[in-house]
């Protein structure tokens, strides 16, 4: 990866992690203000302090830390502590069960309406999408097996109307881990434009592996159309424009093998870094000849070769796979709640199966990960990022809201315990639960590095 590929990647992630603890502490900052509780300090990251400054009728001080994977909200309290006694009333630690519940809660709530207003924005602005299309699905899978002898557009998985292939792999998928759903039932509209419907079996469907494709599995893969091997756009200082190619060339042989379409010429590209490539094409109705090497490029720890040429843009409604959705300001409110439940139910339901065994601890992401698709997320413009900006806010939410000591949702366990009980948990038992929760956020994030490393060398 070149050193400004790495600044992009790495800025897209800072940004969207900075984003993302504001966010979370502001919550807990605001609810403790409404609360009365006096803020001592707001900061964002953890460790040394880089910059700090003191806002406000209580001085709280406001901080930016080294190490940005997090951050925290320190408020006035006896245990940390001596309270001056006018004081007392403004401590975390004199407020109601209720309202320090409320305090902690905050937090992950602000992450999940983060969520909720940037898909409502995002569904308002409308996202450009690709359509649900099949291709004809390969013998033997699940897909074939049910009888679709072609492919054809999704209208409705389960009585559920589908618009765009998002939504279609985000059903797939929801329902793959629904053990109660014993079949996936498919109306899909065909060329001829008359609609069939498709009963596909996943009652002995295992998806343990997030990192393979559920779909194609499942013989549910999309629509490429074939798209002719001719120039739409050559990329301004990219290797292709140094050695001469032009809009408008069509490529007809690369070392002596035919090319026939778009596909075939990326993946020979793709497959030769830094190995020259004689490469035939047609220009104005005369042949030439241009060697070519194809740039060494970094994709996901995997090298690739890279020339720098865009296809044109095919005709017809063959090539018309892209499709608009926007809604109106109610329906994308609606849209938007709905979303961000079901993604906050699918994380919890996938980490129960992760813990249960069913699921593989592979699909357990790090840092590392986060930020390669923060960097491709925003290299494929505002709503794909804002969109992964969503997806992380819902995670880092659902994540904060789990019974684990040291994290938010250990503490509402704690609280609820002492509304329980009438009395507080034991201090001993609380210094217990927090070494107890450290150890398993370090067990949490050794698999998620470990995750990513594997990743970065196996592409």
């Known amino acids: ?18 984003i993302l603890v504001v966010i979370h502490e502001m919550g807990h900052y605001l609810a403790a203000r409404a609360c009365g509780v006096k803020v001592l300090r707001f900061s964002v990251g953890f460790g040394k302090v880089l910059w700090s400054r003191q806002m406000g009728r209580d001085g709280t001080e406001w901080a930016i830390a080294a190490f940005p994977l997090g951050g925290y909200v320190k408020m006035l309290d006896e245990r940390e502590g001596t309270v001056a006694a006018e004081e007392l ?18 937090g992950p709530a602000a992450n ?13 602005v409308g996202i450009t999408e690709l359509k649900p299309r099949l291709a004809l ?18 209208r409705a998985i389960n009585g559920k109307t589908i618009r765009t292939w998002q939504d279609f792999r985000w059903e797939v998928m929801h329902r793959a881990l629904d053990r109660q759903v014993l079949e996936l039932e498919l109306e899909v509209l065909g060329s001829s434009r008359s609609i069939a419907v498709y009963k596909i079996d996943v009652s002995s469907y295992v998806f343990d ?28 200082g990219s290797v292709a424009e140094i050695a001469g190619f032009q809009v408008g060339d069509r490529i007809l042989l690369i070392d002596g093998r035919k090319i026939d379409d778009w596909a075939t010429l990326s993946t020979l590209a793709r497959q030769s870094p ?50 608009e959705v926007r809604y109106g300001p109610v329906d994308a409110s609606v849209k938007a709640l709905v979303l961000t439940w079901e993604t906050s139910a699918l994380s919890l339901r996938m980490m129960g199966r992760m813990l249960t065994g069913e699921l593989s601890w ?11 698709y923060a960097g491709q997320s925003a290299q494929l413009g505002p709503s794909y990022y804002l969109r992964f900006l969503a997806l992380i806010s819902i995670s880092l939410g659902v994540l904060n809201l789990l019974p684990i000591p040291v994290l938010d949702g250990g503490h509402l366990m704690y609280y609820l315990v002492e509304f329980i009980k009438g009395g507080p948990v034991p201090e001993r038992v609380f210094e217990i639960g927090q070494q107890i929760g450290l150890a398993l956020m370090a067990l949490l994030m050794a698999f998620a590095f470990y995750n990513d490393i594997n990743r970065l060398f196996t592409g």
């Not at 990866?1 to 900075?18: E, K, N, R």
């Open 137 to 154: 699905p390969l013998q033997g899978t699940p897909a074939a097996i049910s009888g679709m002898a072609t492919g054809g557009t999704v």
């Open 274 to 323: 830094g190995r020259e490539l004689l490469m035939e094409l047609e220009r104005t109705g005369r042949r030439l000849q241009i060697r070519v090497v194809p740039r060494d490029a970094d994709d996901r720890g995997v090298r690739v070769g890279r020339l720098g040429l865009i296809a044109k843009e095919g005709e017809g409604e063959e090539f018309n796979m892209m499709t």
């Open 112 to 124: 999940l309406l983060l969520a909720v207003v940037l898909y409502w924005l995002l569904f308002m």
């Open 362 to 372: 592979k699909n357990l992401s790090g840092p590392v990960t986060i930020a390669d």
């Open 89 to 106: 009333p403004r401590a975390f630690n004199r407020q109601s069960v209720g309202r320090r519940a409320l305090i902690v809660v905050a």
């Open 209 to 236: 592996d997030m990192d393979k494709d559920p779909l194609r599995s499942m013989g549910l893969t999309l629509f490429r159309p074939k798209i002719p091997p001719l120039i739409g756009r050559v990329m301004p």
């Open 1 to 18: 990866m070149s050193a400004g590929m790495f600044a992009w990647y790495a800025g897209a992630f800072l940004l969207a992690l900075g």
